[in-house]
């Protein structure tokens, strides 16, 4: 998917507002870090009014963590607290909630699920530029390479709907 073609934006909306009775839908854009998922998603939520989540960005706006992880450099988010946040937001609808994981979250919150991968070298450049070394590098490229969250989306998200993009890298 092109995230800047208007038309490749709109087609996921399209269908997630087909899927269920929620007046405006709620979308997961899931993906290893570096995908592409927030650069996309603010697109299409500029393109569409709907409300932009990153889930990462509200665990440190709000606290919602248990602390920080030193091996990898992250919060230790805490799911029950992100839920909590989210519950009201979510059955509301028109949301586009943005995060690498998905298997903690109510599956009824979502209309659609979007899992995104980009071309393996070019990840490893973001990740590599965005700082990212070490174990923390190398777990996340694996992470692609194996598909985890396609195969996290699989398992949490069985029911609802859902897409897959390869997204193409527009030239700068
Ligand atoms: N389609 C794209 N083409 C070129 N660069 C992109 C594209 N999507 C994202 N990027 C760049 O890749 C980097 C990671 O994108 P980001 O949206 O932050 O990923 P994520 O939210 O999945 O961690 C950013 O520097 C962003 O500008």
């Given at each position: 998917m092109d995230s800047r073609n208007p038309n490749s934006v709109f087609r996921v909306i399209e269908m997630a507002t087909e899927d269920r009775g929620r007046q405006k839908p709620n979308v997961l854009v899931t993906g290893t870090p570096g995908t592409g998922k927030t650069t996309t998603s603010s697109l299409v939520a500029e393109a569409t009014?709907?409300?932009?989540?990153?889930?990462?960005?509200?665990?440190?706006?709000?606290?919602?963590?248990?602390?920080?992880?030193?091996?990898?450099?992250?919060h230790v988010i805490n799911e029950d607290l992100v839920c909590d946040e989210l519950e009201d937001m979510m059955y509301e609808g028109g949301n586009i909630v943005d995060y690498h994981g998905c298997d903690f979250f109510p599956e009824r919150w979502f209309d659609r699920v979007v899992v995104l991968q980009t071309n393996n070298s070019i990840l490893h450049d973001r990740l590599t530029s965005r700082g990212y070394s070490g174990a923390k590098l190398t777990n996340n490229i694996e992470c692609e390479i194996s598909k985890c969250c396609w195969k996290r989306r699989e398992s949490a998200m069985r029911r609802t709907s859902w897409s897959h993009y390869r997204v193409t890298p527009w030239k700068i």
């Open positions: 009014g709907l409300r932009h989540i990153e889930v990462g960005d509200l665990v440190r706006r709000k606290n919602l963590h248990n602390g920080w992880d030193e091996n990898f450099d992250c």
